[in-house]
């Protein structure tokens, strides 16, 4: 039940991939469980949550005609 931070301890270069639900189910295990103990990534996790769900919401805009 470890992931090996390898050389990115804070898991940032996931954290897109993260948001974007396309992590191996290992990998995604990871991230969360590091969101859980860091506020810096978790701020990072937040602010590409919400753009994300902008560009979901404009995505749906443009989908509705
Ligand atoms: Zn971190």
Redesign the pocket.
Known sequence: MSVDPGDD????LLLGAYVLDALEAEETRGVAR?LRG?D??ARVYVEMTEASALLALLRAEDLRE
């Open positions: 301890p804070h898991v940032r590091h860091c810096g990534c």
